[in-house]
């Protein structure tokens, strides 16, 4: 049984588009919702791309039916739990305001603002821990991708990175209200409200 390039696929929720390669002949069968093009099958509508491994069929689910996967435009609210370089994997906790337990991590790309910059020093949009509310933007190669470009979206609920203690808004900073630091962040327009519960 040959099993190569869209091994990585399997058990992930590919969002498809019609006409998107999902396999090749050789590794699977086109079931509901997909389609043979010549020795490729592709998507035949919009949805989610099912790999079934016993069975070696494709189908795809419409995305309707499918439950509490983020989508594009949906809002999403979730912890930074991995910065890297300009990436921060954002592990994603409510779906338009509702729990997801399903552990999907959306990707967001910190982008420097469109300003000019005059100092040179990168402004800091958000932090290791933060709460963030983002909207999801695309869903390429099983990547949710996350903006926080708008004026809602940014973190909701952060700590002070000196002592930890909590922290209130100063315009458009954040105020420890213990130590006094002031930090920079990329502030969502309900900032504070998410924790007040
Ligand atoms: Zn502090």
Known sequence: MILTTNQSNLGKMKKTTPGDKLAVIEEFNASEGAYIDKDTIRALRLGIADYDIKRREIKIEPSRKVKN?????????????????????IRIYYINDRRSSSGFTGMLILRSGRSPRKSGRKRTVLMLGDIVKAKVTSYENSIIHLSINDNGSGVMYTTCSLCGGSTERLDHKIKCMNCGLIEERKLASDFGEFYQK
């Open 69 to 89: 996967i983020p989508i594009v435009g949906d809002n999403v609210i979730g912890q930074v739990e991995a910065v890297q370089g300009n990436i921060a994997n």
